[in-house]
Protein backbone atom coordinates (compact mmCIF):
# COMPACT_ATOMS: atom_id res chain seq x y z
CA UNK A 1 0.00 0.00 0.00
CA UNK A 2 2.02 3.32 -1.13
CA UNK A 3 -1.24 5.81 0.05
CA UNK A 4 -1.94 8.09 2.83
CA UNK A 5 -5.51 7.91 2.86
CA UNK A 6 -8.30 10.55 5.05
CA UNK A 7 -11.46 10.46 5.69
CA UNK A 8 -13.98 12.13 6.17
CA UNK A 9 -13.43 13.92 2.52
CA UNK A 10 -15.86 16.74 3.52
CA UNK A 11 -17.08 17.89 6.82
CA UNK A 12 -19.20 21.01 7.75
CA UNK A 13 -19.73 21.59 11.15
CA UNK A 14 -20.23 24.67 13.29
CA UNK A 15 -18.51 26.74 15.69
CA UNK A 16 -19.65 24.77 18.90
CA UNK A 17 -19.12 21.33 17.21
CA UNK A 18 -16.14 18.92 17.99
CA UNK A 19 -15.39 16.78 15.24
CA UNK A 20 -11.75 14.20 13.81
CA UNK A 21 -10.31 14.06 10.88
CA UNK A 22 -8.42 10.86 10.42
CA UNK A 23 -4.95 9.81 8.67
CA UNK A 24 -3.82 6.43 8.01
CA UNK A 25 -1.08 5.28 6.26
CA UNK A 26 0.84 1.77 5.52
CA UNK A 27 4.18 2.55 4.25
CA UNK A 28 6.17 1.88 7.57
CA UNK A 29 6.35 5.41 7.72
CA UNK A 30 7.70 7.14 10.90
CA UNK A 31 7.10 10.70 10.31
CA UNK A 32 3.75 11.92 9.76
CA UNK A 33 2.43 15.57 8.82
CA UNK A 34 -0.66 17.87 9.45
CA UNK A 35 -1.03 20.61 6.57
CA UNK A 36 -3.68 23.52 6.06
CA UNK A 37 -4.43 24.73 2.39
CA UNK A 38 -6.36 27.59 1.98
CA UNK A 39 -7.68 28.07 -2.07
CA UNK A 40 -5.30 29.07 -4.23
CA UNK A 41 -2.64 29.07 -1.74
CA UNK A 42 0.63 26.52 -1.11
CA UNK A 43 -0.02 23.96 1.80
CA UNK A 44 1.43 25.45 5.15
CA UNK A 45 2.90 23.14 8.22
CA UNK A 46 0.51 22.90 11.62
CA UNK A 47 2.25 19.69 12.82
CA UNK A 48 4.95 17.21 12.01
CA UNK A 49 4.84 13.71 14.33
CA UNK A 50 7.86 11.61 14.35
CA UNK A 51 8.28 8.14 15.88
CA UNK A 52 4.82 8.84 17.46
CA UNK A 53 6.20 12.19 19.61
CA UNK A 54 5.14 15.78 18.66
CA UNK A 55 8.27 17.00 17.49
CA UNK A 56 6.98 20.35 15.40
CA UNK A 57 3.91 22.77 16.81
CA UNK A 58 3.56 25.50 14.11
CA UNK A 59 2.40 27.84 16.74
CA UNK A 60 -1.48 26.63 15.54
CA UNK A 61 -4.44 27.72 17.65
CA UNK A 62 -5.35 24.77 20.87
CA UNK A 63 -8.30 24.58 19.07
CA UNK A 64 -6.72 22.36 17.06
CA UNK A 65 -5.35 19.26 19.11
CA UNK A 66 -3.05 16.58 17.12
CA UNK A 67 -3.23 13.15 18.54
CA UNK A 68 -0.51 10.21 16.82
CA UNK A 69 -2.18 6.71 18.47
CA UNK A 70 0.55 4.52 16.76
CA UNK A 71 2.83 5.26 13.89
CA UNK A 72 0.24 4.35 11.20
CA UNK A 73 -2.49 6.37 12.42
CA UNK A 74 -2.80 10.43 12.83
CA UNK A 75 -5.71 12.25 14.07
CA UNK A 76 -6.62 16.22 14.26
CA UNK A 77 -9.11 17.02 16.66
CA UNK A 78 -11.61 20.11 16.06
CA UNK A 79 -13.06 22.06 18.92
CA UNK A 80 -14.25 25.63 18.34
CA UNK A 81 -13.25 26.58 15.07
CA UNK A 82 -13.71 29.99 13.19
CA UNK A 83 -15.43 30.32 10.05
CA UNK A 84 -11.88 30.98 9.07
CA UNK A 85 -10.56 27.77 9.87
CA UNK A 86 -12.60 26.44 7.01
CA UNK A 87 -9.68 25.14 4.19
CA UNK A 88 -8.22 22.15 2.75
CA UNK A 89 -6.44 19.58 5.68
CA UNK A 90 -3.56 17.33 3.92
CA UNK A 91 -1.76 14.82 5.80
CA UNK A 92 1.46 13.46 5.13
CA UNK A 93 3.87 10.80 5.89
CA UNK A 94 7.43 10.09 5.55
CA UNK A 95 10.35 7.54 6.05
CA UNK A 96 11.34 9.14 9.41
CA UNK A 97 11.32 13.03 9.04
CA UNK A 98 14.78 13.67 8.08
CA UNK A 99 15.20 16.40 5.70
CA UNK A 100 15.29 15.41 1.94
CA UNK A 101 12.64 12.52 3.16
CA UNK A 102 10.18 12.61 0.20
CA UNK A 103 6.70 13.76 1.88
CA UNK A 104 3.61 12.18 0.50
CA UNK A 105 0.29 13.60 0.49
CA UNK A 106 -3.37 12.48 1.46
CA UNK A 107 -6.12 13.64 -0.71
CA UNK A 108 -7.40 15.78 1.81
CA UNK A 109 -10.52 16.77 4.09
CA UNK A 110 -12.37 19.49 2.35
CA UNK A 111 -13.39 20.89 5.79
CA UNK A 112 -16.41 24.22 6.17
CA UNK A 113 -16.93 25.65 9.43
CA UNK A 114 -20.53 27.58 9.16
CA UNK B 1 13.51 31.15 8.66
CA UNK B 2 13.39 29.59 5.40
CA UNK B 3 11.68 31.70 2.56
CA UNK B 4 10.70 30.45 -0.62
CA UNK B 5 10.03 32.89 -3.82
CA UNK B 6 8.08 31.46 -6.85
CA UNK B 7 7.79 32.67 -10.22
CA UNK B 8 5.69 32.89 -12.09
CA UNK B 9 2.16 32.96 -10.72
CA UNK B 10 0.76 32.06 -14.07
CA UNK B 11 1.87 30.57 -17.10
CA UNK B 12 -0.02 29.98 -19.98
CA UNK B 13 1.59 28.06 -23.04
CA UNK B 14 0.63 26.14 -26.41
CA UNK B 15 1.02 22.43 -26.47
CA UNK B 16 4.71 21.56 -27.26
CA UNK B 17 6.33 24.23 -25.87
CA UNK B 18 8.36 24.68 -23.12
CA UNK B 19 7.64 25.69 -19.30
CA UNK B 20 9.84 27.31 -17.08
CA UNK B 21 9.02 27.93 -13.55
CA UNK B 22 11.82 29.69 -10.98
CA UNK B 23 11.62 29.32 -7.55
CA UNK B 24 14.21 31.19 -4.80
CA UNK B 25 15.18 30.57 -1.55
CA UNK B 26 16.67 31.99 1.15
CA UNK B 27 18.41 29.89 3.61
CA UNK B 28 21.48 28.63 2.49
CA UNK B 29 21.53 25.51 5.03
CA UNK B 30 18.19 24.21 2.38
CA UNK B 31 19.61 21.02 0.59
CA UNK B 32 16.59 19.35 -0.75
CA UNK B 33 13.89 20.91 -3.23
CA UNK B 34 11.33 19.16 -4.17
CA UNK B 35 8.53 20.02 -6.70
CA UNK B 36 5.09 19.13 -6.38
CA UNK B 37 1.96 19.51 -9.11
CA UNK B 38 -1.47 19.70 -7.87
CA UNK B 39 -4.72 19.28 -10.05
CA UNK B 40 -8.01 20.59 -9.26
CA UNK B 41 -9.31 19.11 -6.24
CA UNK B 42 -6.46 16.34 -5.53
CA UNK B 43 -3.86 15.99 -3.47
CA UNK B 44 -0.08 17.14 -4.05
CA UNK B 45 1.88 15.04 -5.75
CA UNK B 46 5.78 15.06 -6.08
CA UNK B 47 7.04 15.36 -9.16
CA UNK B 48 11.01 15.29 -9.33
CA UNK B 49 13.06 16.51 -6.14
CA UNK B 50 16.58 17.50 -6.23
CA UNK B 51 19.51 17.68 -3.46
CA UNK B 52 22.10 20.69 -2.86
CA UNK B 53 24.66 18.22 -3.93
CA UNK B 54 23.63 17.68 -7.50
CA UNK B 55 23.11 20.75 -10.15
CA UNK B 56 20.39 18.87 -12.62
CA UNK B 57 18.21 16.20 -12.88
CA UNK B 58 16.05 15.07 -15.41
CA UNK B 59 12.68 12.62 -15.66
CA UNK B 60 11.79 12.13 -19.07
CA UNK B 61 9.99 15.52 -19.69
CA UNK B 62 10.76 16.81 -16.75
CA UNK B 63 14.32 18.53 -15.07
CA UNK B 64 15.49 20.46 -12.44
CA UNK B 65 18.20 22.76 -12.04
CA UNK B 66 19.85 23.77 -8.84
CA UNK B 67 22.10 26.86 -8.32
CA UNK B 68 23.21 26.87 -4.56
CA UNK B 69 24.92 30.06 -5.51
CA UNK B 70 22.31 32.33 -6.59
CA UNK B 71 20.16 30.23 -4.46
CA UNK B 72 17.40 29.23 -6.99
CA UNK B 73 16.21 26.02 -8.66
CA UNK B 74 14.10 25.59 -11.57
CA UNK B 75 11.23 23.91 -12.99
CA UNK B 76 11.27 22.95 -16.96
CA UNK B 77 8.56 20.66 -18.31
CA UNK B 78 9.24 19.72 -22.67
CA UNK B 79 7.09 19.03 -24.97
CA UNK B 80 4.30 19.94 -22.85
CA UNK B 81 0.78 18.05 -23.17
CA UNK B 82 -2.60 19.52 -21.83
CA UNK B 83 -2.79 17.20 -18.76
CA UNK B 84 0.55 19.04 -17.48
CA UNK B 85 -1.94 21.90 -16.44
CA UNK B 86 -1.90 22.68 -12.75
CA UNK B 87 -0.39 24.15 -10.09
CA UNK B 88 3.09 23.92 -9.37
CA UNK B 89 4.70 24.23 -6.17
CA UNK B 90 8.26 24.23 -5.38
CA UNK B 91 9.57 23.82 -1.55
CA UNK B 92 12.58 23.71 0.46
CA UNK B 93 13.86 22.40 3.51
CA UNK B 94 17.20 22.28 5.85
CA UNK B 95 19.05 19.84 7.24
CA UNK B 96 17.91 18.29 10.37
CA UNK B 97 14.70 20.29 9.70
CA UNK B 98 11.19 18.07 8.95
CA UNK B 99 10.16 21.30 7.88
CA UNK B 100 9.12 22.30 4.08
CA UNK B 101 9.01 25.57 3.16
CA UNK B 102 6.20 25.82 -0.19
CA UNK B 103 6.45 28.39 -2.89
CA UNK B 104 3.13 30.34 -3.67
CA UNK B 105 2.48 28.20 -6.47
CA UNK B 106 2.74 28.20 -10.42
CA UNK B 107 -1.04 27.88 -12.41
CA UNK B 108 0.64 26.55 -15.57
CA UNK B 109 -2.43 26.50 -18.69
CA UNK B 110 -1.59 24.21 -21.58
CA UNK B 111 -3.79 25.07 -24.53
CA UNK B 112 -4.59 22.29 -27.20
Known amino acids: DTEVTQTPKHLVMGMTNKKSLKCEQH?????MYWYKQKAKKPPELMFV???????INESVPSRFSPECPNSSLLNLHLHALQPEDSALYLC?????????????FGPGTRLTVL | GENVEQHPSTLSVQEGDSAVIKCTYS??????FPWYKQELGKRPQLIID?????GEKKDQRIAVTLNKTAKHFSLHITETQPEDSAVYFC???????????FGTGTRLLVSP
Open chain 1, 92 to 104: ASSQDGRSGDTQY
Open chain 1, 27 to 31: MGHRA
Open chain 1, 49 to 55: YSYEKLS
Open chain 2, 27 to 32: DSASNY
Open chain 2, 50 to 54: IRSNV
Open chain 2, 91 to 101: AASATGFQKLV
